[in-house]
């Protein structure tokens, strides 16, 4: 169960929801922000169950990602979703574009997809969603 349906709703059920294969890479995973080589920090990225208009009828997943800073600062958790996948497009390319609140401007990172076991401690240690 996804961390927003464990939040808001503990009987959120997720049983019959349809799963969009493009967002495997995003779910509960892990990507590097870096510039010209050093670490910036982290983006993780989970993917839950949504209703969409009208009437909230139509089963979705959404696409929730939070960034983390080397320095200890997070962000806050932000959403992506369907038809534009804006995020998800622009991770799978290599590069994430985001507000900045460290220097008060946007910067544009490398971003690459951390593996295991590197990815188990950074989602434990990050803490998404909070």
Known sequence: MGWFAKRFDASFDE??????????????AVWQ???NGEIQGWVT????????????????????????WADGKHE??????????????????????????????DGTFDASLVTEPDR????AHLNHGS
Do not use: A
């Open 45 to 68: 990225t989970s993917v839950t169950p949504m209703r969409s208009l009208p009437f909230f009828w139509s089963k979705l997943e959404c696409m929730w990602n939070q960034v983390h």
């Open 76 to 105: 806050d958790v932000e959403e992506d979703y369907s038809p534009g996948w804006f995020v998800v497009e622009e991770l799978l390319t290599g590069h994430f574009t985001t507000y900045d609140s460290r220097f008060d401007r």
């Open 15 to 28: 049983t019959d929801w349809p799963r969009d294969p493009r967002l495997d890479p995003f779910r509960d």
């Open 33 to 35: 922000l870096s510039l």
């Open 120 to 123: 188990d401690r950074l989602w």
